[in-house]
């Protein structure tokens, strides 16, 4: 296996995929790791050839496929793989593939690559619930995770079947953010928020005007979903309020559903009640309509419009960077800014720091076509202290793990 010059400057990783009916997802996370420039080797097991054949990992990697040991042997593939790799990422990581990994077992292509690869190792677990949850599996994620490997929650919601609850393979875009980060950081995420309850808030609260119509904004949920997922990562307990989120739930944080700025604040405040690090992140509007109209407003004529009186919301990260709801309590908020005539985006963030009395704020530049609904973003993560760090243009994900990274320096002097 002489080395690709062609991939030489492009991260290597190998996917490793278990035999689970998952496996149909993977070919996502696939695209998304060859469309993003890494060179990705495939690596199934001969049962997950039975969902997804060796034809199709073919064409999406570029790459032959195997699953044994015994082909191009004098390649010796179960050692080069893991020699040359960057990252090896599992998924779906079945019950047998975990435990075959924490016991040291080397039967087949992909276990004898785990056993040789010295470079960050990522499992996704995807199983029923019965087996997610039995001791034997828990003690070998405990195992597999001890010796520095990653292993990701898995999500909950539908199974194989009728069945429903943990143990469902998180979606592709999820893995794909998860697997980036490893690789950024060349490692294991820190668990420097292990022990630790988050409360995020996450998407754009609307506010009803009639039975047909809201006033709301554009905020999608991304970036507090990112900062959710992050977290997670991090060995944190979260618990996400979304406002109107039309994503699949960050796997492994309990996910509080809400619509207008009212219930945001109720949820937040309830939430954050006993939590040690809270995240405003959810554009939250700062007027509602002072009537609701009962049935639906209608023209009445070509010319006629009705006149909308507003009312104020209650300023909600200003009550929580305020209030403190639990001792020893880090506020972390996010401004959206335009900047005016006078004034830049980042100058008028600065005023909102002593002002809302947050601990860190990070401020970022809106517009009809910047961060809102985008999976690129950048930012300002401004503290009380008047420390500046900037943030360059990147996933969102990677903004998150900036925040995170603040926020656990800020514990630790604190």
Request: proline share 6%; hydrophobic share 45%; glycine share 10%.
């Amino acid at each position: 296996m002489e080395p690709d010059h062609a991939s030489a400057h492009r991260p290597r990783v190998v996917l490793g995929v278990g035999g689970g009916i998952a496996a149909y997802k993977v070919c996502e996370v696939l695209r998304r790791f060859t469309e993003s420039g890494h060179d990705v080797h495939v690596v199934p097991t001969a049962s997950a050839l039975r969902f997804v054949g060796a034809p199709t990992w073919e064409a999406l990697s570029g790459h032959p496929v195997s699953s044994q040991v015994w082909q191009r042997v004098s390649e010796v593939p179960h050692v080069r793989l893991g020699q040359r790799a960057d990252l090896v990422l599992v998924a779906p990581a079945t019950a047998d593939l975990l435990a075959k990994a924490a016991c040291g077992l080397a039967d087949d292509l992909l276990t004898s690559t785990l056993l040789t690869a010295r470079c960050p190792v990522v499992f996704c677990p995807a199983m029923h619930t019965e087996m997610w949850e039995h001791p034997a599996t828990r003690e070998n994620v405990a195992t597999l995770r001890r010796r520095g490997a990653v292993v990701l929650e898995p999500a909950v919601g539908r199974l194989t079947g009728a069945d429903s609850g943990p143990g469902r393979l998180p979606e592709p875009a999820q893995i794909f953010e998860a697997a980036a980060a490893v690789l950024r950081r060349g490692g294991p995420l820190p668990d420097d928020l292990a022990g630790l309850r988050v409360v995020v808030s996450a998407g754009g609260t609307r506010e009803p005007l009639d039975p047909v119509r809201y006033l709301g904004n554009r905020s999608s949920g991304l970036q507090g979903y990112a900062l959710a997922a992050a977290a997670v990562a991090r060995g944190a307990e979260v618990t996400v309020i979304a406002a109107n989120v039309a994503l699949p739930d960050p796997a492994g944080a309990k996910v509080v559903r809400v619509g207008t700025a009212l219930e945001l604040r109720e949820a937040m405040r309830a939430a954050a009640a006993d939590a040690q690090i809270v995240v405003a992140n959810a554009a939250v509007a700062d007027f509602r309509p002072g009537h609701y109209a009962e049935s639906k407003i209608k023209k009445t004529d070509e010319h006629w419009a009705p006149v909308i009186e507003l009312v104020q919301n209650p300023h909600v990260l200003r009550e929580l960077g305020r209030d403190r709801l639990a001792p020893g309590q880090t506020v972390v908020g996010f401004a959206a800014e335009t900047g005016d005539e006078s004034h830049s985006y980042l100058e008028l963030g600065r005023r909102k720091v002593a002002a809302y009395g947050v601990d860190l704020l990070v401020v970022n530049e809106v517009g009809a076509q910047k961060v809102f609904g985008r999976s690129q973003t950048e930012g300002v993560i401004i503290g009380a202290d008047g420390v500046e760090s900037t943030v360059p243009p990147g996933s969102k994900r990677a903004l998150a793990d900036a925040v995170w990274d603040r926020v656990a320096a800020l514990r630790r002097c604190g």
